[in-house]
Each structure stands twice: as C-alpha cells, then as structure tokens.
Nanobody, 119 residues
Framework: QVQLVESGGGLVQAGGSLNLSCAAS????????VGWYRQAPGKQRELVAI???????TYAESVKGRFTVSRDSAKNTMNLQMTSLKPEDTAVYLC?????????????WGRGTQVTVAS
C-alpha cells in the first residue's frame, strides 16, 4: 500500500506562484511512474507532469515553461513549482503513483490539494 498526501495549495492571484508537495509513505516498487494530475470542476482529470518508467520527465503542453517538477526518491517526495499561474490552472492537484507490485500493477492517488487562481 502507498499513501500519498498533497499539500501547498491555496488562493493566488494570476501571475503568482505556488509550490505543491506530495509525500509518499509505503514502498514504491519498480518499475513505476510518478506524476501530478489536476481536475477542474466539470472537467476530466488531466496530466500535468509525469516521471515515466525510465525516469524521463514529461510535461503537459499547457504548463511547459511555467511548472517545474522535482523528485527526491530517497525521501519519497515530489514537488510541483508553479509560476505565472493563470485562472485556467484552477483545479484540484493530485499526485499519483503507478507501480508494479508482486501481484500486478497498482495505482494510488492522494486526496489532492486545491489551487485557485484569481483573475
């Protein structure tokens, strides 16, 4: 079992910045993917950024150049630094771990943290 807890959300003015954190407890098996997603009201959950199984980092086009993800595997933490925020970035931000346990692939989600960008 993996537990994920996100933190750092809040209300910010357009053009501002926020730093989100995701802390994982429990063993994370390899291979795995670890990523940030977001879900706005009435919209489908979408990928923000993800470390793939070969540890490559991929960003959604909508956040490239504005968001930066870092990961500390030793501490099981992952951060999302968001700059130049726009009202359309308003969403619940969630972190996800997808890994291959001995019994098969399992996906885990945190509860998310709300980010609201005021215009």
């Amino acid at each position: 079992q993996v537990q994920l807890v996100e933190s750092g959300g809040g209300l910010v003015q357009a053009g501002g910045s926020l730093n989100l954190s995701c802390a994982a407890s429990g063993r994370i098996f390899s291979p795995n993917t670890v990523g940030w997603y977001r879900q706005a009201p009435g919209k489908q959950r979408e990928l923000v950024a993800i470390f793939t199984t070969d540890s490559k980092l991929t960003y959604a086009e909508s956040v490239k150049g504005r968001f930066t993800v870092s990961r500390d595997s030793a501490k099981n933490t992952m951060n999302l630094q968001m700059t130049s925020l726009k009202p359309e970035d308003t969403a619940v931000y969630l972190c996800n771990v997808l890994h291959k346990e001995p019994t098969g692939w399992k996906s885990y989600w945190g509860r998310g943290t709300q980010v609201t960008v005021a215009s």
